[in-house]
């Protein structure tokens, strides 16, 4: 596998859905996650206290706060950025406050002036396509203002929101794949990846389409949990491909459940995983992803 950075995806990667109230805890529990989290000082101790036991990155969207609270963490600690794009839960919350416009002018005008005028000059050499409503013009410029809020972090893996990516594939749109796998590739430098829930039909039509992604963030853990269609045509899959697969949705979050989805990760050898972590305190009871470790 070819990286533009030279090098895989971090063995431990933070997953930024508790920060959010987005995590497979309860209502309740990610009600109170959406309160704490508010505070960005909160969400950075969490990523301090997980940086300092080896979880080597964090895979954010582009949401204010979670990104204040990454200026605060970075400054005390080590850790890379993985971005998620488009924050499709973002979107959302604000098209139903503000609505679809109203959503879209709060995302530009979070934009800095250097930005702004890059997206413009860009936007006005792509005026005719913008204005005929071409995908390709249209897609390409809401990544680069995605992308705007992560360029300080000069991100090595930028990944597709598994919502995104499900619906191409469901509707067999391969040309919002390459275009995503494109402009990460060509205006950022990184290397271009995609979560997904599917993980067999994600599969097929990479290699169908033969579409040069190579990282896949996909579920994996020993209950078979949104492993679809069934737990072992993805573990048989797996076997199969040679692309860099990194297991999500592996446990709660607790030690003992991290503990035994960290075996069965390493015994499908799949070397790195999403973990959510809501409590400073737990880290230190993150139990190695490698035996060796």
Request: glycine letters at 8%; proline letters at 5%.
């Amino acid at each position: 596998m070819s990286h533009s950075n030279g090098a895989a995806p971090c063995p431990l990667i933070l997953s930024t859905r508790p920060f959010l109230g987005a995590s497979a805890l309860t209502k309740q529990a990610n009600l109170d996650c959406l309160v704490r989290f508010s505070r960005p000082e909160n969400t950075a101790s969490v990523v301090t206290a997980a940086a300092g036991q080896g979880v080597g990155a964090i895979a954010p969207m582009n949401d204010p706060t979670l990104l204040r609270a990454l200026d605060l963490a970075r400054a005390s600690c080590s850790v890379q950025v993985y971005p998620i794009i488009p924050n499709v839960l973002g979107y959302v919350r604000e098209a139903t406050d503000y609505g679809m416009v109203g959503a879209g002018i709060r995302q530009v005008r979070r934009l800095r002036i250097g930005d702004l005028l890059g997206l413009g000059i860009r936007g006005l050499a792509n005026i005719r396509g913008v204005m005929a409503r071409n995908f390709s013009t249209i897609l390409s410029l809401l990544i680069e203002v995605e992308m705007a809020a992560f360029k300080k972090f000069r991100p090595p893996l930028v990944l597709l929101h598994g919502q995104v990516t499900d619906i191409a594939v469901a509707f067999g749109n391969q040309e919002a794949l390459r275009i995503f796998a494109d402009v990460i590739r060509r205006r950022f430098g990184a290397e271009p990846g995609v979560v997904t829930n599917n993980f067999a039909a994600l599969l097929h039509a990479l290699n169908q389409w033969r579409i040069d992604i190579e990282v896949i963030v996909a579920p994996f853990n020993p209950q078979g949990f949104l492993m679809k269609p069934t737990k072992q045509v993805c573990e048989s899959l797996l076997r199969e491909t040679d692309r860099f697969i990194i297991a999500d949705k592996i446990g709660t979050g607790d030690a003992e459940s991290l503990k035994g989805a960290f075996e069965y990760l390493h015994g499908l050898e799949i070397h790195a995983a999403v973990v959510e972590i809501t409590e400073a305190a737990a880290v230190d009871r993150l139990p190695p992803l490698q035996k060796g470790n």
